[in-house]
């Protein structure tokens, strides 16, 4: 019997996946709850043919170069940002990523940012306990009304449409959207309106990001942005932290500038103790745990399995982020 392959899975991920990874594999499995170093990575990588990778790992270039043996990279997650994706095509390394899943949990988290901050639940909620609540105001805690106000979105993909949908057939909201692409869908089932950028800022009551992080799109929620947005405006991230400008958003919010935020996704992650966002009472801030239900997880974690085992069998991966990269040159 042919011995199992060696892979590396940089996490405890949900069992649904890892008795997959388990029974098929000789798995070396990182306990902690923390990610491994750099080092750690390097190490355990050398004798690998698969590795199952967070959003919190680096990969890159020279990772893999001290990965010789090393034919797919499953990382658990749909974003890739963590992965240089060019240096493994080049290198003939399979990369798969866990998209469809996690759009439900992700659009609900987003509309339940953009509710809690419009309505100041959090800031109420240490009102409440805090023991200064004495009376009923008329003119305390007001937010602002969502029925009927216009959601901006950018990135008209799986997630924004999820997002869009919720708000045009729950809160009869008019939709606004920024995409390289053009969404038939969103446009036939929701009459989303496709717009420029500054319109979309411009026009928008809620303005929710939902595109991918790259060169081009890296800190493009700046001061400019902030100050094209309502005075009223609630800005919504469950991409990426690095999307935003995070000294641009805190004086956005502290200036009034703009009424509020609701992240899940900050830079770095955890932010800095001292970051002065943490102290600000107009934003509400979210773990990085749009993903975090029983169901996606473990809905990621089956297709996590899945890709990796795909290509440690030379077969396609289910989910491919580089499918030029020709696993099947190479049977297991
Ligand atoms: C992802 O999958 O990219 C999320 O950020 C974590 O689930």
Redesign the pocket.
């Known amino acids: 019997m042919a011995a199992k392959p060696k892979v590396f899975v940089s996490r405890i991920i949900p069992d649904a996946g890892l008795d997959r990874i388990k029974e098929h594999c000789n798995a070396d499995i990182w306990p902690d709850p923390l990610p491994p170093s750099r080092d750690v990575l390097r190490a355990r990588l050398a004798d690998c043919e698969g590795l199952v990778s967070l959003?919190t790992d680096r990969i890159d270039g020279e990772l893999l170069d001290a990965a010789p043996q090393l034919r797919v990279v499953s990382n658990f997650?749909?974003?890739f940002n963590n992965i240089d994706v060019p240096a493994a095509t080049t290198r003939g390394i399979a990369v798969g990523n866990?998209p469809g899943v996690?759009t439900d949990a992700t659009a609900d988290m987003a509309f339940c940012l953009l509710i809690t901050a419009a309505r100041r639940v959090v800031a109420g909620h240490q009102y409440s306990l805090s023991g200064e609540w004495k009376t009923w105001e008329p003119l305390g805690h007001l937010g602002q009304d969502l029925f009927g106000r216009t959601l901006g979105v950018i990135g008209m993909g799986r997630i924004g449409y999820a997002l869009a949908r919720r708000c045009r057939l729950g809160w009869d909201m008019p939709v606004l959207y920024h995409d390289v692409y053009k969404s038939e869908k969103a446009e036939k089932d929701l009459g989303a309106k496709s717009v420029d950028l500054d319109t979309l800022l411009r026009e928008s009551d809620f303005v929710s990001v939902h595109t991918d992080l790259n060169d081009k799109t890296r800190g493009m929620f700046n001061a400019a942005a902030f100050k094209q947005m309502k005075r009223t405006a609630v800005f919504i991230n469950t991409a990426r932290g690095p999307l935003v400008d995070q000294r641009a958003l805190h004086d956005a919010l502290k200036s009034g500038t703009i009424f509020a935020a609701g992240l899940d996704v900050t830079d770095p992650e955890p932010p800095l103790p001292d970051d002065p966002l943490l102290r600000l009472p107009n934003v509400v801030i979210a773990p990085?745990i749009?993903?975090a239900t029983v169901g996606t997880r473990n809905a990621?974690a089956e297709i996590c399995a899945g890709n990796l085992l795909a290509g440690l069998r030379g077969e396609k991966l289910p989910h491919p982020v580089n499918p030029e990269v020709d696993t099947t040159r190479r049977k297991g």
Do not use: E, N, P, Q
Request: glycine share 10%; proline share 0%; hydrophobic share 60%.
């Open positions: 959003l997650a749909v974003g866990t996690l990085h749009a993903s990621m």
